[in-house]
C-alpha cells in the first residue's frame, strides 16, 4: 500500500480515535446510572470529576477523575503498540522500516509514531471538552490532562504531586492548582524535548516502560501536545480565573462547609 495513504489514515484514525474516547461523558454516565441524575444540572452545571463529586459523593468524584484518566491514556497505549508492535511500523518512518526514514526526526526508531500517538491524546482532549454526546459540551480537561502525563512517565507523577499537591494544600482551590500544574507540565515537556534533542540524553528513561524496551519517547510532538493541553485548561477555566482575582473562588469543593 502506498505510504503516504497509509500515513493519511494513519493521521485520520488518530483523531477520530482520540476524539470519541475523549467524547465519553464519565460523570454524566455515573450521574445518571447510580444518582438518576445529572451532574450538569447541579453545582457549576459541569460533567466533570470535581463536579461530580460537589454534587452526588466523594467516590462518585473519583471514579469520574479516573475514568477520565483512562478514557485518554487507553487509546494512546493502543495506538503505540500497534505502530511499533505491528507491520505499520515499515509505513512511519522508523529507521528500521524498509520503506525509508522518510520522517525529520528518527524518535529512537519510532519515527512518525509518537507525532501519532500523542494526537490521540490532544484530540482525547478536545473529545473531553466538546464532546459529541453531549451536543459538543464537556468538562475542563484537567483529569484528562493530567493522565496523560501522569500514567505515560513517571518524572510527570512527581511533578505532579509537587505543583498540584503543593498548590491545593496552600491555596485549597482546585482550579488554580489545575492552572499551574497543567503550566508545570508543559514548560517541563519543552525542557525534556529540548535537552533530547541537542544532546545524547535519552528521554525514554522517564517513561514508564512497563518492561517494554521501546518506551514513549517524550519529543517535541509530546511538548506540543502538552502545550494545547495547558492552554485548553487554562482557557476552561477563564471564569474560575475571574473569581481567583476578585477572591470568591471556592475553595475545597468536596468540603461539607462548601456544600452548604
Given at each position: 500500500m502506498n505510504i503516504y495513504l497509509v500515513n493519511i489514515l494513519l493521521g485520520i484514525g488518530s483523531i477520530v480515535l482520540?476524539?470519541?474516547?475523549?467524547?465519553?461523558?464519565?460523570?454524566?454516565?455515573?450521574g445518571r446510572v447510580f444518582f438518576h441524575k445529572d451532574?450538569?444540572?447541579?453545582?457549576?452545571?459541569?460533567?466533570?470529576?470535581?463536579?461530580?463529586?460537589?454534587?452526588?459523593?466523594?467516590?462518585?468524584?473519583?471514579?469520574?477523575?479516573?475514568?477520565?484518566?483512562l478514557?485518554?491514556?487507553?487509546?494512546?497505549?493502543?495506538?503505540?503498540?500497534?505502530?511499533?508492535?505491528?507491520?505499520?511500523?515499515?509505513?512511519?518512518?522508523?529507521?528500521?522500516?524498509?520503506?525509508?526514514?522518510?520522517?525529520?526526526?528518527?524518535?529512537?526508531?519510532q519515527g512518525a509514531a509518537p507525532l501519532y500517538y500523542w494526537t490521540v491524546g490532544l484530540f482525547g482532549l478536545l473529545g473531553h471538552c466538546f464532546s459529541i454526546f453531549l451536543r459538543f459540551k464537556g468538562g475542563k480537561a484537567v483529569a484528562s490532562f493530567l493522565g496523560i502525563d501522569l500514567f505515560c512517565g513517571w518524572i510527570f507523577l512527581i511533578l505532579a504531586a509537587v505543583s498540584f499537591g503543593g498548590t491545593f494544600?496552600?491555596?485549597?482551590?482546585?482550579?488554580?492548582?489545575?492552572?499551574?500544574?497543567?503550566i508545570a507540565m508543559c514548560v517541563t515537556a519543552w525542557i525534556v524535548a529540548l535537552v533530547a534533542h541537542f544532546t545524547p540524553w535519552d528521554a525514554g528513561i522517564l517513561a514508564w516502560t512497563f518492561f517494554d524496551a521501546t518506551p514513549m519517547l517524550f519529543g517535541f510532538e509530546f511538548?506540543?501536545?502538552?502545550?494545547?493541553?495547558?492552554?485548553?485548561?487554562?482557557?476552561?477555566h477563564k471564569e474560575n480565573i475571574k473569581r481567583i482575582r476578585s477572591g470568591t473562588e471556592s475553595k475545597n469543593?468536596?468540603?461539607?462547609?462548601?456544600?452548604?
Open positions: 482520540g476524539y470519541l474516547f475523549g467524547s465519553i461523558p464519565n460523570g454524566v454516565i455515573i451532574p450538569r444540572d447541579y453545582g457549576s452545571h459541569n460533567s466533570g470529576g470535581t463536579n461530580v463529586g460537589r454534587v452526588f459523593s466523594k467516590r462518585a468524584g473519583v471514579a469520574t477523575i479516573i475514568l477520565d484518566m478514557k485518554i491514556i487507553l487509546p494512546i497505549y493502543v495506538t503505540w503498540a500497534v505502530l511499533l508492535k505491528t507491520p505499520l511500523l515499515d509505513y512511519i518512518g522508523a529507521p528500521t522500516s524498509s520503506l525509508g526514514a522518510w520522517y525529520p526526526l528518527s524518535n529512537g526508531g494544600a496552600k491555596e485549597r482551590m482546585v482550579s488554580l492548582a489545575s492552572i499551574l500544574a497543567s511538548a506540543v501536545m502538552n502545550t494545547f493541553g495547558a492552554i485548553i485548561v487554562i482557557v476552561r469543593p468536596w468540603s461539607s462547609a462548601e456544600k452548604k
